[in-house]
């Protein structure tokens, strides 16, 4: 399946200057999920269910931290171009508290301006032109535009849906040749909520070891987590760490979308060439977004254990209020991780962009159409149940007050 049709904005009748781009941004497109957001930015009465934004507030004691470091006179100037020491060891601490490994925060950690461009230097310093990333798909929209800017080559290799959207990992063998030079994963997974088990996770690094491939993981909801279960990060796979690139946020665990801060560990052989990017790009990470983390990290772990108990609880919503509209949706397992379901389209529909459309012109409905995760996505739509939206309902309110729109207007399809 082509990924040529993938832009909403597009599909929407926008047209842009092609003269004199370079092939590189002409094979991109913004992702769908902003496009989609975008879209619906002149629209009144909508739910926002498009974007991964948490409901939550950031927690008191990191402003605080922000505001001190504003008002001296340290977050006004730039740090060392890998981010200050103390945050770099914050990340360390947060590794060893977490997973019980070491990670030196000299050599192995660098702060980035979100886990975006943590992605991105990585994928930039790692891939050439033609070769190829296998891509765990459904994937993140974002990677695969990454992977493109790099002129790279996705290759996607399905999970199954009927199965927790978990791996075929002779699908992933198959897809490797003389051109493969990464793998690209999220666990747990953006957009189906998949959670890699410590298996599939070993059997990769495996693979990766064997053929002599780098991994680059976004392990950016590895906190975010249901049912009791616990996410093995690569991290905690120790031959792996010479060809591994982990990527983490504050965003999502603290509530911090908009502070644009987050990490890469990897060797140091690797990172310098990595921040040879970051430097031109951002030189360094926000300063006083780098206090806040500080404070993130340093201080109570309370305003997480609630997120993730009210995700939990967002999730299971979610999943009731699908299961009354058979006729419009259909999934397979609730998600694992993250804050994202992927259903399949049952109501009559061109293609997943035009399933968007008509939520989103009806009933101001947003969602993200599949396409934007890869060709596996096709006749799907992301739903987010983080319930952050910036404008109208939030939190069960949100998720309540969209599928109350959706089931009476669903009424048609039964």
Known sequence: MSLKNRSAMKAA???????????????????PIKEMMWLASKMEDVCLMAQGIP???TPRHIKDAIIDAING??????SVLSGMQSCREAVCKRYKMRYG????????VGMTAGCMEACLIATLSVVNPGEEVIMISPC????????????????????????????????????????????FITNPSNP??????????????????EHNLFI??????????????????????????????????????????GYRLGWVITEDDILHHLFKIHDAATVCACVASQFGAIAAINGPQDSVRTLVKNMQARRDLICKRLDHVPHLFRYYSKPQGAY????????????????AFQLQKALGVVTVPGIAFGPKGEHHLRFSFGGGASRGPKGSELINEAFDRMEKWGQQFK
């Open 73 to 78: 006179s340290v977050a006004s100037k730039y």
């Open 55 to 57: 409901a939550e507030d």
């Open 140 to 183: 993140f929209a974002s990677h695969m535009e990454q992977v493109m800017a790099a002129e790279g080559v996705p290759v996607f290799v399905n999970t199954d849906e009927k199965n927790n959207w978990l791996l075929d990992m002779n699908a992933v063998r198959k897809a490797i040749t003389k051109k493969t030079k990464a793998i």
């Open 216 to 257: 680059i993981a976004d392990e950016t909801y590895d906190f975010l987590t249901y049912d009791g279960q616990k996410l093995f990060s690569f991290i905690q796979v120790p031959e792996i760490r010479k060809n591994l690139l982990l990527v983490g946020s504050f965003s999502k665990e603290y509530c911090m979308t």
């Open 13 to 31: 009748g926008a047209s842009f200057r092609t003269k004199g781009m370079s092939n590189r941004v002409l094979n991109m497109i913004t992702s």
């Open 340 to 355: 994202y379901i992927l259903v399949e389209v049952k109501f009559p529909h061109k293609d997943s962009i035009d399933a």
């Open 192 to 209: 189906t909520g998949a959670l890699f088990p410590e298996k599939q996770v070993r059997e990769l690094c495996r693979l990766a070891l």
């Open 101 to 108: 490994v070491d990670v030196d925060p000299d050599k192995n």
